[in-house]
C-alpha cells in the first residue's frame, strides 16, 4: 500500500475539526478513528484511505506517523494540540483551528469517515475502543511490529487441519493450472 502523506495530515486535520466538544476526541481514539477508517476502507474497497502503516502499542494499532503529522499540523496553524485533565488523568486535545480541505476524499471516504467518527467518539471510551482493536494478531505482535490490514479479517486464530491443508493445495493447483 502507498502511503499518501497529503491525505493523511488532512484526514487528521478533518477528525480534528469534526470533534468540536473535545471531551469526546483524544489521542486513544484519534488512533482508532485513523485504524478503523483505513481498515473499513480496505474492507470496502480494498484499499485504505491513507495507506499509513500502524504500529503495535500498548493500546492498540497507532499509526506510525501521527506525531510528525501532529506535529506539523501545529507548526502550520491548523490545529493546536492541549494538555487537559479528563476524570483526574492526562489527556490530549485537538481544536482544529480553520476549515480542513477534504477535497482529497471521495464522498464515500468522507461519509465512512463520519460513522467511524461517529461510533468512536459516541459509542465508546478510550478503553472500550481499543479494547476493540486486541485481537489475535494483535496479540502475537510486539510492541512496535506493523499490524497488518490484513488482519482485520482475523478474529481468532485456530489450529490448521486436514480440511485446511486439502482447500490450500486446491487452490495452488488451480493457480498452476
Not at 4 to 22: A, M, P, R
Not at 33 to 60: A, C, H, M
Not at 66 to 87: C, D, F, G, M, P
Not at 138 to 151: D, L, N, Q
Request: hydrophobic content about 35%; aromatic content about 10%; some cysteine.
Amino acid at each position: 500500500m502507498d502511503f499518501n502523506t497529503d491525505k493523511f495530515h488532512k484526514l487528521v486535520h478533518y477528525i480534528c475539526s469534526k470533534c468540536d466538544d473535545q471531551s469526546t476526541l483524544g489521542a486513544t481514539k484519534l488512533n482508532k478513528i485513523l485504524w478503523f477508517s483505513d481498515v473499513l476502507s480496505y474492507i470496502n474497497w480494498s484499499s485504505p484511505i491513507t495507506g499509513e502503516t500502524y504500529l503495535k502499542r500498548q493500546f492498540g494499532p497507532v499509526p506510525s506517523r501521527i506525531l510528525a503529522t501532529l506535529e506539523n499540523l501545529q507548526a502550520n496553524s491548523l490545529i493546536t494540540v492541549r494538555e487537559a485533565n479528563y476524570l483526574g488523568y492526562a489527556k490530549k486535545e485537538y481544536i482544529s483551528n480553520s476549515e480542513p480541505d477534504i477535497s482529497v476524499f471521495s464522498s464515500d471516504e468522507i461519509s465512512l469517515i463520519d460513522d467511524v467518527i461517529g461510533s468512536v467518539t459516541q459509542k465508546h471510551t478510550a478503553r472500550s475502543i481499543s479494547d476493540l482493536t486486541h485481537n489475535d494478531v494483535w496479540e502475537m505482535a510486539g510492541i512496535g511490529e506493523t499490524i497488518p490490514y490484513e488482519s482485520i479479517f482475523v478474529s481468532r486464530l485456530g489450529e490448521i487441519d486436514e480440511i485446511d491443508v486439502t482447500w490450500a493445495g486446491e487452490q495452488l493447483d488451480n493457480r498452476v493450472a
